[in-house]
Nanobody, 122 residues
Framework: QVQLVESGGGLVQPGGSLRLSCAASGITFRHYAIGWFRQAPGKEREGVSCINWKNESTDYVDSVEGRVTISRDNAKNTVTLQMKSLKPEDTAVYYC???????????????WGKGTLVTVSS
């Protein structure tokens, strides 16, 4: 049974930082690309960042460029998304998702977590 569990969400002030974690089980983790996606209230889901099985990363949206860092630890089956200089428009439910090997151009992932809420507000 595949499980992806996000953690680390919460309330943060504008300009602050947050670290999200995704813990995976039930998959051969080192073979999977792990992506972070988000969905803000009233908006469509969008990709944030993704890291493939070769540890190569890509950011999906220009709005997070330079503000997010994605990393993986294959020994712990976890992927971390470090976010800084957070803005109110970063408020969303953040999901991690997994797909074999390579990060897709869209959100065509095989497995999804249930999400963690990030609220950026003063």
């Amino acid at each position: 049974q595949v499980q992806l569990v996000e953690s680390g969400g919460g309330l943060v002030q504008p300009g602050g930082s947050l670290r999200l974690s995704c813990a995976a089980s039930g998959i051969t983790f080192r073979h999977y690309a792990i992506g972070w996606f988000r969905q803000a209230p009233g908006k469509e889901r969008e990709g944030v960042s993704c890291i493939n099985w070769k540890n190569e990363s890509t950011d999906y949206v220009d709005s997070v460029e330079g503000r997010v860092t994605i990393s993986r630890d294959n020994a712990k089956n976890t992927v971390t998304l470090q976010m800084k200089s957070l803005k109110p428009e970063d408020t969303a439910v953040y999901y991690c998702a997994a797909v074999l090997f390579r990060c897709p151009p869209g959100d065509n992932m095989d497995y999804w977590g249930k999400g963690t809420l990030v609220t950026v507000s003063s």
